[in-house]
């Protein structure tokens, strides 16, 4: 049960809502390039009905370029192409952050120790107590012949 479900996550890289987010992206700079696109048409016919009012095309150019042009490309460009990258990085965000928080709790779940029975506990109980004994036992022993030798000594 669990191999599938890490099967399945790691299949499952990209989510709905990092998804959600590019496709929002993208419609908003199809949204922004089409008004663009647009307000470039509107320019130009307006360009075309002066000059056929009989001005000067330089001089309509002129005007119409600051007052007209200029502030419709940057509105499309700049609300519409920052609002797709906002969506954009969010997306990618999101993306990173999910695979993060999958990736942190399938870490976990292989880290966690493996369950121990009771006769195991008393196995490893036993030997820590044979090797306490065992260092208690030497240490009576290198005493009790430190003595021995020392009473010797005194002796002679």
């Known amino acids: 049960m669990k191999t599938e479900e890490k099967t399945a996550l790691t299949k499952n890289k990209k989510s709905s809502l990092s998804i959600a ?15 663009l696109v647009t307000n470039l048409k509107l320019y130009s016919d307006t360009v075309s009905q002066y000059v056929a009012m009989g001005y000067d095309a330089s001089e309509v150019t002129t005007q119409l370029l600051p007052s007209q042009l200029l502030p419709t ?31 942190s709790a399938n870490d976990e779940a292989v880290i966690a120790a493996p369950e121990t029975t009771l ?10 107590e044979a090797l306490v004994s065992d ?19 005194e002796t002679k």
């Open 21 to 35: 987010l590019y496709v929002g992206g993208a419609i908003v700079a199809l949204v922004g390039i089409a008004l």
């Open 73 to 103: 490309i940057f509105q499309a460009i700049g609300l519409y192409g920052g609002l797709s990258m906002v969506l954009f990085c969010m997306g990618l965000a999101y993306q990173k952050f999910t695979n993060f928080t999958l990736q």
């Open 119 to 128: 006769s195991e506990i008393e196995e490893i109980a036993a030997i820590e």
């Open 135 to 153: 260092t208690t036992e030497a240490e009576t022993t290198d005493t009790n012949e430190d003595t021995a030798e020392k009473t010797e000594e």
